[in-house]
């Protein structure tokens, strides 16, 4: 069993600043890829970073050079620091990690609202 604890989600205004967690626990493996994924309502879920176990970092279009992922090996754990948000950063956002062994697992999702 893995499980992935999501966290840090809240209300935010516009050009504020949050910073998630996503944690892996249980019969880990090794985790080859990290990824955050949204979801606005209404919408498809969209997938929004990824971080690979060699450090390869990349981001879609709609976020680069504003959100910024980093890992916690020791902790497995990464982070998805989120500056200057504006509300079509609206959404839930969800953790999924991937590994060849170990399969895909997502996170139950937390809430960010971006609103004045």
């Known amino acids: 069993q893995v499980q992935l604890v999501e966290s840090g989600g809240g209300l935010v205004q516009p050009g504020g600043s949050l910073r998630l967690s996503c944690a892996a626990s249980?019969?880990?493996?090794?985790?080859?890829?990290w990824n955050w994924y949204r979801q606005a309502p209404g919408k498809q879920r969209e997938w929004v970073t990824s971080?690979?176990?060699?450090?390869?970092?990349i981001y879609a279009d709609s976020v680069k050079g504003r959100f910024t992922m980093s890992r916690d090996n020791a902790k497995n754990t990464v982070y998805l620091q989120m500056n200057s948000l504006k509300p079509e950063d609206t959404g839930v956002y969800y953790c999924?990690?991937?590994?060849?062994?170990?399969?895909?697992?997502w996170g139950q999702g937390t809430q960010v609202t971006v609103s004045s």
């Open positions: 999924l990690i991937q590994g060849i062994s170990l399969g895909n697992y």
């Open positions: 249980g019969s880990i493996t090794t985790i080859n890829v």
């Open positions: 971080v690979t176990s060699g450090g390869r970092t």
